[in-house]
Nanobody, 126 residues
């Protein structure tokens, strides 16, 4: 059974930076869509960024383009989300998700991803 472990998260003031990491084990890492999603109370989980670990495909939600960067470290089977210029509206529970894929591109809806990490809280204060 695969596992996604997400240390990181935390609290920061507006304009600051945080880096989230998601270590994958038990999967064929080079054939995964991996994504970061976030959720606030009462709202649907939204896709923030996705990456195809077997190629160079990435996706960013409009709300984070130019501020967030998703990347991977194949040696560590880990995906990162570097978050810069954070805003209070970025405050949410952030989840890492994985979906096996051989297509080279990734879907962005949360309900298309079968495997999830435990989530980590990100709080941005004004």
């Amino acid at each position: 059974q695969g596992q996604l472990v997400e240390p990181g998260g935390g609290s920061v003031q507006a304009g600051g930076s945080l880096r989230l990491s998601c270590a994958a084990s038990g999967y064929f890492f080079r054939r995964l869509c991996m994504g970061w999603f976030r959720q606030t109370p009462g709202k649907e989980r939204e896709g923030v960024a996705t990456i195809y670990t077997g190629g160079d495909y990435t996706y960013y939600a409009d709300s984070v383009k130019g501020r967030f960067t998703i990347s991977q470290d194949n040696a560590k089977s880990t995906v990162y989300l570097q978050m810069n210029s954070l805003k209070p509206e970025d405050t949410a529970m952030y989840y890492c998700a994985a979906r096996p894929s051989w297509s080279g591109s990734c879907v962005t809806r949360f309900d298309e991803y079968p495997f999830w990490g435990q989530g980590t809280q990100v709080t941005v204060s004004s």
